[in-house]
């Protein structure tokens, strides 16, 4: 089983850049979320989906939109890049939005220059 | 608001034990868990905890909780090199009558393991 898969696992932007970060997961889970990953911050909760076509925010969405179309894919879509959204980011899903056990992806390390 | 605080490191001698600490400001949350993140990779699911529980033992591992002082621990026996790695401590939060639950993790603590 694939899990939960992140794509790409590396890039570098300019700011200004816009960019989609993928994540597609293939245990029909009904709950994904996006984190970002900061040195001595822990994962902060970015967006987060409780099913296909409802999505919300979560503790730090500025710059992020996401949609969920289907309940596999979860894309998070930077608009115009900045260095503050350098970072590690994670995508995540569990079953459902109660006590599930959360699977993440491998993460993708995104730098912006 | 929610909040999960974590020391940041610590360093231990293989073959010791380890405690690692977390404190949570929700009084309402139901579950606690320990995720463990190794270099590179993602977070993978320890233990978790249900609040109407104080102790949960899984082989090397031991959970304790105190709901008075908010406070939860894991204790990892006989501590090996393949235990390094960074330890998350994550609350599972309800907002208001919402029945969607969010993970809100702590700092995640580096535990180094001296041979």
């Known amino acids: 089983n694939a899990g939960v898969t992140q794509t790409p696992k590396f890039q570098v932007l300019k700011t200004g850049q816009s960019m989609t970060l993928q994540c597609a997961q293939d245990?029909?889970?009904?709950?994904m979320s996006w984190y970002r990953q900061d040195p001595g911050m822990g994962l902060r909760l970015i967006h987060y989906?409780?099913?296909?076509?409802?999505?919300d925010q979560g503790e730090v969405p500025n710059g992020y939109n996401v949609s969920r179309s289907t309940t596999e894919d979860f894309p998070l879509r930077l608009l115009s890049a900045a260095p503050s959204q350098t970072s590690v980011y994670f995508c995540?899903?569990?079953?459902?939005?109660?006590?599930?056990?959360?699977?993440f992806g491998q993460g993708t390390r995104l730098t912006v220059v | 608001g929610e909040d999960v605080e974590q020391s940041l490191f610590l360093s231990v001698r293989e073959g010791d034990s380890s405690v690692i600490n977390c404190t949570y400001t929700d009084s309402s949350s139901t579950y606690l868990y320990w995720y463990k993140q190794e270099p590179g990779a993602g977070l993978q699911l320890l233990t978790y905890i249900f609040s109407n529980m104080d102790m949960k033992q899984d082989q090397r591992l031991t959970v304790l909780l105190n709901k008075k002082d908010k406070h939860l621990s894991l204790r990892i026996a006989d501590t090996q090199t393949g235990d390094s790695a960074i330890y998350f401590c994550?609350?599972?939060?309800?907002?208001?009558?919402?029945?969607?639950?969010?993970?809100?993790f702590g700092q995640g603590t580096t535990l180094q393991v001296k041979p």
């Open positions: 995540a899903s569990r079953p459902g939005q109660g006590a599930d056990e959360a699977f």
């Open positions: 245990m029909n889970h009904e709950y």
């Open positions: 989906s409780v099913g296909a076509g409802i999505t």
């Open positions: 994550a609350e599972l939060y309800f907002l208001g009558s919402s029945n969607t639950g969010k993970l809100i």
